[in-house]
């Protein structure tokens, strides 16, 4: 059984690689752990929900499934939708309140303070809009087929993995050979700096939201069609996406990709060997072990 | 009559459990600027240690151990004390947000420990009989209100004595210029990152002892008591409270409590059973938006009156720090 | 050509914090194609004076004129393509991008045509830094980083460049080379402010030199001049013994 743990690891993995990419960017240029990025994630599963079942409604075909998968074309669409209306979202948030504070020049923590006051009025939003009762994206039940070694998964899995990694390379490529990226880039080593280099800093950070929540949307949307979802599951994705951006040294893509495969895999090993029951505990011992050996993280630069 | 008296010394001395936490809070980040998102877990920690030792021998699980309800309180304000002495030594000379990022994860852990480890917490069922002070006299509603409010505003007035105290000596002032100019609290010479990791434990301490005092104050404790929520409501108090202000904090905590229990009854009142998880919802929300408020409208205020911070500590790297040349 | 000094000041208050400027009024003429050298004790506002020129610092009162154009509002980044390059003293290139990426960035202001024809200027004007476009920025020396933000700033082709003491730090032989490099470029047409602690060097290539004390002008004059001025050098910039011997 140790091949589906491997796999169990890799699935959840891959989904907590994507949630800390979005965080590893922003926290690395916006300079902030963001504790308002795990509610991004639920926003864009919602914002998908509406979306896709709105169209599956008004087009039915449009919910039939494609091919192997449980999911018809609402559901990308949707996840189009929800990366679009999550940018906006994070855009709002940057207007009323994280531009205001920058702008006062205020301080990292109260920056943190901010985004755990976002943090509470999105997510409570959220349970007052739909309840917490979860909700899915499909009703049909798939089957695991079988892969390797015993290994099962179901193909709306594997494609989450491909699209994980996939999104890894266009995230990385943006970042080191786009105008926009190395703008991001300049703008996440030196502010000031940027500016005088003719980057318009403010335009950066707003791309440097919509960028971050639209990869939280894809999170928050892989989650939802593989788990559930709750007004609750950004928050508690929030300690392994955290975990895994600070293991994979914050403002590292691929760093955090690996982190984020790594942290899966220590939770499906702790399910396997400790207990189900545990899994939650897992993030926080990587995150206590990672603080002590390596602050920097495995993929960081030292003194960052 | 006697009926009202006893519910408002009910009232009030549960409120002022929450001003403890609040004072804790406030050595933390009202003095110090730490930020703690996990105040649940060091209030957990406090409760379910004092519950252990005092117990009376449980079968089910391992102890209690029948102690006296001092060493109980005692041992619940040593031991958050080390667990945050614990996290702020592995985060504190990091960066200034590893900090919130670790008491988040802490209190998460927390409550799986509470929940899981059934043979030391007794799991989801949690630990009742834990002892109640005055608990001879519980026959008489009143007398035993009375007095259990005495117990516990004699321990919060203490706690805000001893904290009123600590903040005049020479510590407080050395957190202070900290909290206000980093930069200029270092070139005196002095270990900033020793005074901090103090005040946070000190924090941990008041948290854990008051989490000791309710737990005896209710006589049972469960692993719902320390979800993020109570967290929440902590940070709400002392907000409304002015953060730096230690005789609001405790205003802020029993007003934010009144408010909090009477919109609760008002909820079961008014909203059909089948809305009151919404409705509670928004009261979250609420808290939420305060916190975000504040931080936009009374900046100043939430360090405390006297903060002056630098606007531009920053980016004088390379300058000399004295202006009066 | 319009009769627009290449930049002016008038009255320039700037600082820090509105109650405390540090640039208390300065009024300052510089016609096009001159170098002019900006010297001073330590702390006397020159670094402050050119970041509130370059926009890094807020100004507080009067104006900055760049060919006869009011930026005294301008956005820092609009700053660059109303023809206005900086090069500050520190931290003035980014130490986690590549050489290449560096100098990219900075190209990226300009328009798609023009790109690629400014980086091979530059890298032929930089032999240095063309032979190993992917080494990390970080790893350069100090000589190197200073050629690197030089260039950085030169490919936007500013029509006037300040650098705040460029010879910080530098090795003797390697200031002289930045100092010659400096020449040519203003001999190319660049009109150029120069902020140093160097007196000599700098007065060697400047056209005019002007003293800065407590946020104000106290002097200025023509750079020979000041050069041989004994007491001048006394007064301002502490009697130095190669002065002595000069
Ligand atoms: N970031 C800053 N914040 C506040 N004051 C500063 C800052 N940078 C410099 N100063 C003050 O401004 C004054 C002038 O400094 P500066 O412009 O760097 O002088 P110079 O470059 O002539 O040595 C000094 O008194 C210095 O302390
Ligand atoms: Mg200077």
Redesign the interface.
């Known amino acids: 059984m140790i091949a589906q743990m491997l796999m169990d690891g890799l699935i959840a993995g891959s989904m907590i690689g994507l949630g800390a990419i979005g965080i590893t960017l922003t926290y690395s240029i916006l300079r902030f752990a963001n504790f308002a990025h795990g509610e991004l994630v639920s926003w864009a599963a919602y914002f998908a929900l509406s979306v896709s079942t709105a169209l599956g409604t008004a087009l039915p075909g449009l919910s039939a499934s494609l091919g192997p998968f449980s999911f018809g074309w609402s559901l990308p669409l949707g996840l189009i939708a929800a990366m679009a209306l999550t940018g906006l979202l994070a855009l709002f948030a940057d207007t009323l309140l994280f531009a205001r504070l920058r702008a006062r020049g205020a301080s990292t923590i109260i920056l943190v303070m901010a985004g755990f006051g976002a943090a509470l009025t999105l997510r409570s939003l959220l349970e007052f809009i739909f309840t917490s009762k979860p909700m899915y994206f499909t009703s049909a039940l798939q089957i695991a087929r079988p892969l390797f070694a015993g290994a099962r998964a179901t193909p709306d899995q594997l494609l989450g993995l491909g699209l994980a990694v996939a999104l890894v390379a266009a995230v990385h490529l943006i970042l080191t050979r786009t105008?926009a990226g190395?703008?991001m880039?300049?703008v996440?080593?030196?502010q000031?700096?940027a500016?005088?280099?003719?980057?318009?800093?403010a335009k950066t950070i707003r791309l440097v939201w919509l960028f971050g929540a639209s990869l939280a949307a894809v999170a928050g949307v892989m989650a939802g069609l593989l788990v559930q979802i709750r007004p609750y599951m950004g928050h508690d994705l929030l300690l392994p996406l955290f975990a895994a951006a600070i293991l994979g040294g914050i403002g590292s893509v691929p760093g955090a990709m690996i982190a984020g495969l790594i942290v899966g895999l220590a939770e499906a090993a702790c399910v396997n060997f400790i207990g189900a029951e545990w899994r939650a505990a897992v993030s926080f011992f990587i995150l206590v072990a990672i603080l002590l050996l390596r602050p920097q993280g495995l993929f960081g630069?030292a003194g960052a | 009559m006697i009926e009202l008296i006893s519910y408002g010394a009910f009232f009030l001395t549960l409120a002022l459990t929450y001003a403890i936490m609040c004072l804790g809070l406030n050595v933390q980040w009202g003095q110090t600027g730490l930020f703690n998102v996990g105040v649940a877990g060091f209030v957990g920690i406090g409760a379910y240690v004092s519950a252990l030792l005092t117990t009376p021998d449980a079968p089910d699980r391992f102890g209690g151990f029948d102690l006296p309800i001092a060493v109980g309180w005692i041992a619940a304000a040593i031991a958050a004390a080390l667990a945050s002495a614990l996290l702020g030594a592995m985060t504190l000379r990091l960066r200034s947000d590893y900090l919130a990022i670790a008491t988040f994860g802490f209190a998460v852990v927390v409550q799986l420990a509470v929940l899981n480890l059934q043979k030391l917490t007794g799991g989801p069922f949690g630990i009742s009989f834990i002892p109640r002070p005055f608990g001879a006299l519980a026959s008489d509603p009143l007398v035993f209100g009375l007095c259990n409010l005495a117990v516990v505003g004699a321990v919060t007035l203490a706690v805000y004595g001893a904290l009123e105290h600590l903040m005049r000596s020479p510590w407080g002032r050395v957190l202070r210029a900290i909290r206000e100019d980093e930069q200029a609290a270092s070139a005196l010479g002095k270990n900033a990152t020793v005074f901090r990791l103090q005040a946070f434990a000190v924090g941990g301490a008041i948290m854990g002892l008051a989490g000791a005092v309710q737990g005896h104050f209710i006589g049972y404790i469960s692993p719902e008591g320390y979800v993020p929520i109570l967290t929440f409501q902590v940070w709400a108090m002392l907000i409304v409270g002015g953060s730096g202000n230690n005789r609001g904090a405790i205003a802020g905590a029993i007003l934010v409590w009144a408010i909090w229990a009477a919109s609760g009854a008002a909820l079961a009142a008014f909203i059909p059973a089948d809305q009151q998880a919404r409705a509670s919802a928004l009261k979250i929300v609420m808290i939420g938006v305060a916190i975000c408020l504040v931080l936009l409208l009374r900046p100043r205020g939430l360090l405390g009156e006297r903060a002056t911070v630098s606007?531009?500590v920053e980016n004088a790297?390379?300058?000399?720090k004295d202006?009066a040349? | 050509m319009s009769e627009a000094p290449a930049l002016a000041t008038r009255g320039l208050v700037a600082g820090?914090?509105r109650d405390?400027p540090i640039v208390r009024g300065i009024d300052l003429t510089i016609g096009k194609g001159e170098l002019v050298a900006i010297l001073g004790p330590?702390?006397a506002g020159k670094?402050t004076y050119v970041k509130a020129i370059?926009?890094?610092v807020p100004c507080f009162g009067g104006a900055i004129m760049l060919d006869g154009k009011d930026i005294t509002a301008m956005?820092?980044?609009q700053r660059?393509?109303a023809g206005l390059?900086?090069v500050?003293?520190?931290?003035?290139?980014?130490?986690?991008?590549s050489i290449g990426?560096n100098l990219?960035?900075?190209a990226?202001?300009l328009p798609k045509a023009l790109r690629a024809a400014r980086l091979e200027k530059m890298w032929a004007m930089f032999p240095d830094l063309a032979s190993r476009p992917a080494l990390r920025a970080g790893q350069l020396s100090g000589g190197q980083r200073q050629m690197l933000a030089v260039a950085?700033a030169l490919i936007?082709e500013p029509q006037v460049l300040i650098l705040d003491e460029p010879s910080a730090g530098l090795s003797p032989k390697i200031v002289s080379s930045v100092f010659a490099m400096l020449q040519s470029i203003n001999r190319s047409g660049v009109t150029i402010l120069l902020v140093e602690q160097n007196v000599k060097a700098a007065l060697a290539i400047a056209d005019r030199g002007v003293i800065l004390v407590e946020g104000q002008l106290r002097h200025e004059g023509n750079a020979a001049q000041l050069a041989t001025d004994p007491l001048l050098a006394e007064l301002y910039l502490g009697a130095q013994p190669e002065k002595a011997s000069a």
Not at chain 1, 195 to 201: E, K, P, S, Y
Not at chain 3, 88 to 97: D, K, M
């Open positions: 105008a190395r703008a880039r300049a996440s080593e030196n000031a700096l500016g005088l280099a003719g980057i318009d800093v630069k | 606007r531009h790297g390379d300058h000399a202006k040349s | 820090y914090e405390l330590n702390g670094s370059a926009g890094t956005p820092l980044h660059i393509s390059a900086f500050p003293q520190t931290e003035n290139i980014f130490a986690s991008l990426e990219q960035l900075a990226d202001v950085r936007v």
